[in-house]
């Protein structure tokens, strides 16, 4: 996905999947020098896609953060307009059904998919791999952490925003996929939302019996 950027705004990358971040740990990230680092964000900040604010921690000396402003608009939403005009014109013109017919189809698409990718995965683990594999494929910019209680499927980008903006059923198809994906073995639950305001979208997969 950072592919998509130029070699000067590869801190856009950074701040999109990490967050708002010091100055320090742009630089870390990027592996150049914090000089070099604070050119970069000094020039996407005069061009708007950046900003930083003071962040005062204690008795410490204040601390700048650097987060996204409209830099999200560097990572690709598909076919937005188009997609919006599509979904309001079946709704408007064959009806909430024939919307929802085209939610379960998209749904059986996608699910079709994962389960294939993942056919081969015995283990929850592997599963979770290998659908955060594909869904990086696709533009969500997905990973996956392990911790003390279970699983986090983690999306740093949502390149169908705009479309799930317009029609939730998108994203409530999105969920069920997950669930029917991973299995009965695991509980899966969608702790981050994009469209509630967090800055990316985020699955909690507990394994059943260890909650």
Known sequence: MNNILQENERALWVLKTMGPQPLTVVAEALNITVEGARFQLLKLSNEGWVEATTVRKGRGRPQQI?????????????????????????????????????IDNSKKVGLDKYLQATSHENTLEGKINKLAETRDAEGYMATWEKDEEGYMLIE????????????????????????????????????????????????RISPKGEQ
């Open 66 to 102: 650097w987060s996204l402003t409209k830099g999200k608009c560097r990572f690709p939403d598909s076919h937005a307009e188009l997609t919006v005009r599509l979904i309001n014109s079946i709704r408007d013109t064959l009806g909430p059904e024939a919307l929802q017919a085209v």
């Open 156 to 203: 740093n980008h949502c390149p169908i925003c705009v479309a799930a903006e317009a029609c939730q059923g998108f994203c409530s198809a999105e969920l069920e996929t997950f669930r029917e994906v991973i299995g009965e073995g695991a509980e899966v639950k969608r702790v981050d939302h994009l469209l509630s305001g967090a800055r990316r979208c985020a699955y």
